[in-house]
């Protein structure tokens, strides 16, 4: 079985495999595993990639030294509802009432909702929105007020 970076490791416990080497890095995360930390938080502290992380994880699984004892869901960071409120304000500046309805067709489209929008997303939104501006200055100027706006969320 291999694993992701979401995985949930602990080491195996009762039974302490024959001949094992370790290298530095495998010691490193080792030492790191709790039973409650996912593969790519333990990447994050030790300042590895998730695929060298991941690499090293299915290393010590396949030696035997550790479990899979859970996968966590991934946490999706989403925007606060004052960046819809923001975004429409900027929009409507540039394309008049219309872009309420801009903004709900563009969300139709991404297949997302205002309530749980992934922050990932945000920038693509944008994009798409930008598209409805036919004025290539306005365009601009409305992709900057949007740069500032996705600062501050």
Do not use: H
Request: glycine share 4%; net charge negative.
């Amino acid at each position: 079985m291999d694993l992701n970076k979401f995985a949930v490791c602990q080491l195996v416990s009762g039974k302490i495999p024959g001949e094992v080497t370790l290298n530095s890095m495998e010691w490193a995360i080792i030492t790191q595993i709790d039973g409650e930390r996912t593969v790519q938080q333990i990447a994050k502290k030790l300042t590895f990639s998730d695929a060298e992380a991941v690499m090293i994880f299915n290393s010590l699984l396949s030696k035997g030294l550790i479990e899979v004892i859970a996968v966590k869901e991934p946490e999706v960071q989403t925007v606060p509802p004052a960046f819809f409120t923001q975004l429409e304000k900027i929009l409507i500046q540039f394309i008049g009432p219309v872009a309420v309805y801009v903004i709900n067709d563009t969300l139709l489209e991404l297949n997302a909702s205002r309530e749980k929008f992934p922050k990932t997303l945000a920038p693509e939104l944008i994009e798409l929105l930008s598209d409805e501006i036919s004025d290539d200055n306005k365009k601009i100027q409305f992709q900057k007020q949007m740069l500032e706006l996705l600062k501050r969320y």
